[in-house]
């Protein structure tokens, strides 16, 4: 294995493990998370890096960045269709903005269904675009 491979996927794992309900820190999750990215693109390993990102993301919504957390997952959507994985996209999107909400919506347990519908809403979008490009 390339060492820089090698060293991007452990910053990778120690990002998402910081990541963990019992550990969370969002801020280290986000500073292994970022040089693993970082790592990726400059070795040109563009599947590890469109598989750090949504973690990244969630670490970064996780410390009040959810604009750059949406920026980063949007630069990987043409990585992710490329892949073959759009539906995945569409999956962590919803995620994220799930996670979102909860962070920053006082009573989401009373608005969840009516945001749940409009995050659903939004997943079937990105998957029927998918399903436009398939061969």
Not at 15 to 20: S, V
Not at 90 to 95: E, G, H, I, N, R
Not at 110 to 122: D, L
Request: charged letters at 25%; hydrophobic letters at 45%.
């Amino acid at each position: 294995m390339n060492d820089a491979r090698s060293i991007a996927l452990r910053h990778s794992r120690l990002g998402e493990t910081a990541l963990h309900p019992k550990i969370a820190d969002a801020r280290l999750a986000a500073l292994h998370l970022r040089l693993a990215a970082s790592m990726f693109t400059g070795i040109g390993d563009v599947i590890g890096h469109a598989r750090t990102v949504p973690h990244l993301a969630r670490a970064l919504t996780l410390n009040g960045h959810a604009a750059e957390a949406l920026s980063e997952l949007a630069a990987i959507e043409q990585a992710v269709h490329d892949y073959g994985s759009v539906g995945y996209l569409a999956d962590l999107c919803t995620a994220l903005a799930v996670d979102e909400l909860k962070a920053s919506t006082p009573g989401w347990p009373h608005r969840e269904r009516a945001t749940q519908a409009g995050v659903r809403k939004e997943a079937v979008r990105l998957k029927e675009k998918n399903a436009q490009h398939r061969p």
